[in-house]
């Protein structure tokens, strides 16, 4: 039987109130513990920054704007997520969003299709481009990069030849499917919500699910993990064959919105900012670790540089540049924190 002279002893009275206070900091600490803080802090930085010399930066339509076409490139961008954190690049994101909607916007037209089941076609497709990308580098034993090399110029071939080489005429502008996604829902637009539903989505899969486990595993050591019999090539496809739905699923929104398709859409420019978006998100190109909310963010910080740069009327020019020294930063920056964390963990050891 406990001591009552324990129990009533001045010893044990702070005990609670110290357990009392860790609870009460523990909502703090999560929020400085949340790993897309530092971006988040930038990305809301950068808008006030931008907003304080041009006030017109700072209006509804603008940051609807800007909230759209960062949308389109975050889709995207979160299963680069999954491709990066294995240790993986896909190089041919672009082509697939140009062909699934070029063959989409070819069926809606001139085959007369339903839109919405061109749509699911068109989806499929980018799948199927994806996970061709997947059997090849299993195939060949290459890696992704190699491989979507030579798939970029490919997939972008084919949208040229497949439209003509032009815009699709004749889309049935009047179905369901343009004038819904054509218009914004709830006061967003409908590629934000999907951009936020997918986030929801895709991060549980990359956190909790056994296939984020895997993708993680393979990323941070390729050889650990085939030996603990995870199959890194049928990983691989997976997750190139979510990378090519997903393009395209950016694509048919993209399509539904702006009601055309041109073959010249896509291609490297589009890949810079998919890859940018992940990379300053807090994804390594290493591999072993990632994050699927921080590529939306990401694509923000994206979006709003290419929006800033015409409010200081810089030429659009510059767009690419730009987008490329944000990469190198990114990846500068990445690169010596992860050597400060590798010096500090031997010091301690």
Do not use: C
């Not at 919500?193 to 056994?210: D, E, I, N, Y």
């Not at 800033?308 to 944000?326: E, H, M, Y």
Request: aromatic content about 8%; hydrophobic content about 55%; cysteine-free.
């Amino acid at each position: 039987m406990a001591d009552p002279d324990i129990l009533t002893s001045p010893l044990a009275v702070p005990r609670p109130a110290a357990h009392h206070r860790r609870d009460t900091l523990r909502p703090v600490k999560r929020l400085f513990a949340f790993e897309e803080l530092g971006i988040t802090l930038a990305l809301v930085a950068l808008v006030l920054l931008i907003g304080a010399f041009h006030g017109g930066f700072l209006r509804q339509n603008n940051l609807l704007n800007v909230l759209q076409t960062a949308s389109f490139v975050a889709i995207i961008a979160y299963g680069m997520v999954f491709l990066l954190a294995m240790g993986e690049l896909d190089l041919s994101a672009g082509g697939t969003y140009a062909l699934s909607t070029i063959l989409s916007a070819k069926w809606m037209a001139g085959g007369g299709m339903n839109p919405w089941l061109a749509v699911v076609l068109g989806i499929g497709v980018g799948a199927g481009l994806g996970a061709v990308n997947g059997i090849l580098s299993a195939l060949l034993r290459l890696p992704l990069i190699i491989v979507t090399l030579g798939t970029l110029s490919a997939y972008q071939g084919l949208a040229t030849v497949a439209s003509n080489a032009g815009p699709i005429q004749n889309l049935p502008t009047g179905s369901s499917f343009y004038t819904g996604l054509g218009q914004n829902q709830l006061g967003l637009p409908v590629a934000a919500w999907a951009a936020l539903v997918l986030v929801v989505v895709l991060s549980f899969a990359f956190t909790k699910t056994r296939f984020g486990t895997m993708v993680r595993a393979v990323g941070s050591n390729r050889q650990a993990a085939a030996f603990s019999g995870i199959p890194a090539g049928r990983i691989r496809i997976y997750a190139a064959t979510l990378t090519g739905a997903l393009a395209a699923v950016s694509g048919m929104l993209a399509l539904g919105y702006f009601q055309g398709a041109d073959p010249t859409i896509g291609g490297t420019v589009l890949e810079l900012q998919v890859i940018a978006a992940a990379v300053i998100g807090g994804t390594a190109i290493s591999g072993g670790t990632g994050t699927v909310p921080g590529a939306l963010i990401g694509a923000l910080i994206v979006a709003v540089i290419n929006s800033g740069l015409l409010f200081f009327a810089i030429p659009s020019n510059w767009s690419d540049f730009v987008t490329g020294a944000v990469i190198l930063v990114a990846v500068g920056t990445d690169s010596l924190l992860r050597h400060r964390r590798r010096a500090r963990a031997l010091q301690e050891a």
